[in-house]
């Protein structure tokens, strides 16, 4: 096994296969051999990749082609349905496709990249040789490859890679990765970059909640613009789940170089005490650190001038159990004796938590005015109406959305979502026994059975971008032409 570090791409990587932008600079590399080296980056959202093949002059005809596989839940062993392989989509080599494993070379069939990824094949110099050779480069989903940054656990990537030459033999990294994958190639993935939060936004000691610094954070709620290319688009996000509480990295630093050791975390005037790991580069790997407090409820102050996967952690802070409401959080620091002050500035952050799930009930179900039986059959040709709750007790009410699902197509019948409109002293909650809807009704258009869906979603957060916490409720029914 081979691990290749990959470091934060601060700039996002355009695809076009010039691995000369000063984008891919410092890029992990992994040596394939006479095949050439295959680099990476990667930011919150995306790894970017690329397959740099110095002997492959990229001629018509060559029989070239690439694998790359994924081992994405991790184990080490191939997982049916779950573990995917990309490789050029036939019959065009201009777009990438995606299979998943069934088994020791066993695969389903090959289909185009979702949305938002993207590929490209060209002939181009790169820093191994100035004469232009094949180039394949990626960009693809971390949450496709199984990544989830809301940790302080290393986030890796087992892989192996396929290079077929032009003359047609093909060489595997490592050999007969698409029937064992115990041996696969790994890559250790960037957490955030070494400046997370934009300069002048950080908090003077507590830098920020995850991705969001704290000076977007107000009255305890998160509000990035659209231009923030980390986190964007929150508008009165509160908190949930587990967060990492940042610290801020210069302010960091001045206090170790004035002696301090130690700190303790408050929340709301008491000791918040909670524990957690992180990942310490060692001089040649990472290495696992524990974290917790002591007697005294003071945790141990880590040296800024290390690396951690995860860096400036104060606290990763499951709050599930943390009563529902605004929440503030202090921090102060000490020497080595656990007792002497080293003085900072004041700073009290205050987070809005809420780590409930909506209502989401589709309270009737209506045709033509009469309630649907369960599972009810109907006769073609007439409207559905409902009434519906999707609420946040809080006020912390995202969105909901009621759709049709059927075998052939979808429809949103009603949606909403929360915007400076709905902004109240209670944010907004949603509704509550709302029908008919629609109010003219919504007619199926084809006969089949039907499922009704309405999700709410909620305007909450770990900081970290990811999907939002969510409820569901569903109804069944058959819609039948009548001969």
């Known amino acids: 096994m081979t691990t290749i570090n990959s470091p934060w791409a601060s700039t996002p990587i355009v695809t076009d296969g010039n691995l000369e932008a000063a984008t891919w600079a410092g890029a992990g590399k992994l040596e394939l051999g006479s095949g050439g080296a295959m680099w990476v980056k990667n930011d919150a959202h995306w790894l970017y990749a690329a397959l740099d093949v110095p002997g492959d002059n990229g001629a018509a005809g060559d029989k070239d082609y690439f694998w790359l596989s994924v081992d994405v839940d991790g184990n080490r062993q191939i997982t049916p349905n779950v573990d995917i392989n990309y490789g050029e989509y036939p019959p065009s080599d201009t777009t990438l496709g995606i299979q998943k494993?069934?088994?020791?070379g066993d695969w389903t069939g090959i289909s185009a990249i979702n949305g938002g990824e993207e590929y490209i094949q060209t002939v181009a110099p790169s820093p191994a040789s100035p004469t232009p050779h094949r180039v394949w480069q990626m960009k693809l989903a971390l949450s496709e490859l199984g990544v989830e940054f809301n940790s302080?656990?290393?986030q890796t990537i087992g892989f192996g890679v396929r290079i077929a030459s032009p003359a047609g033999t093909t060489t595997d990294y490592?050999?007969?990765?698409?029937?064992?994958?115990?041996d696969l190639n790994?890559?250790?993935l960037a957490s955030n970059p070494s400046e997370i939060y934009p300069p002048g936004t950080e908090g003077a000691v507590i830098a920020g909640v995850g991705f969001i610094p704290a000076t977007l954070i107000t009255d305890g709620y998160a509000t990035t613009p659209s231009s923030y290319s980390l986190y964007p688009g929150l508008i009165d996000y509160a908190f949930c789940g587990s967060l990492q509480i940042k610290g801020n990295h210069s302010t960091i630093i001045d206090l170790w170089n004035a002696g301090a050791r130690h700190y303790k975390l408050s929340l709301d005037g008491a000791p918040l005490l909670t524990s957690w790991d992180n990942y310490v580069w060692n001089g040649s790997t990472f290495v696992l650190e524990a974290f917790g407090p002591n007697a005294n409820g003071q945790y141990s102050l880590y040296d800024p001038s290390t690396e951690y996967i995860v860096s400036d952690l104060l606290a990763f802070w499951n709050t599930v159990g943390t009563a529902a409401g605004l929440h503030s959080l202090t921090v102060e620091f000490y020497k080595a004796d656990g007792s002497t002050v080293v003085a900072s500035t004041p700073q009290t952050l205050e987070l809005m938590i809420d780590n409930n799930?909506?209502?989401?009930?589709i309270n009737t179900a209506m045709y033509?005015?009469?309630p649907i039986a369960t599972c009810g059959i109907e006769t073609l040709g007439g409207s559905v109406t409902f009434d519906i709750t999707a609420d946040s007790a809080l006020g912390h009410l995202d969105s909901y959305t009621l759709a049709a699902n059927w075998d052939a197509g979808s429809a949103v019948i009603d949606s909403d979502t929360y915007s400076p409109s709905h902004v109240?002293?209670?944010?907004w909650n949603g509704v509550s026994d709302v029908g008919p809807i629609p109010a003219t009704g919504w007619k199926p258009p084809v006969?089949?059975?039907?499922e009704f869906v309405l999700t709410a979603y909620m305007r909450t957060t770990t900081g970290i971008p990811q999907g939002n916490p969510y409820a569901q409720d569903s109804r069944f029914v058959a819609f039948i032409a009548l001969t």
């Not at 799930?357 to 009930?361: I, Q, S, Y």
């Not at 006969?447 to 039907?450: I, L, S, T």
């Open 424 to 427: 109240s002293a209670s944010g």
């Open 152 to 154: 302080a656990a290393l």
């Open 368 to 370: 033509e005015g009469l």
């Open 101 to 104: 494993y069934l088994g020791a």
């Open 357 to 361: 799930l909506p209502l989401a009930v």
């Open 447 to 450: 006969q089949c059975a039907y």
């Open 186 to 188: 790994e890559i250790v």
């Open 174 to 182: 490592p050999p007969n990765f698409d029937s064992n994958f115990s």
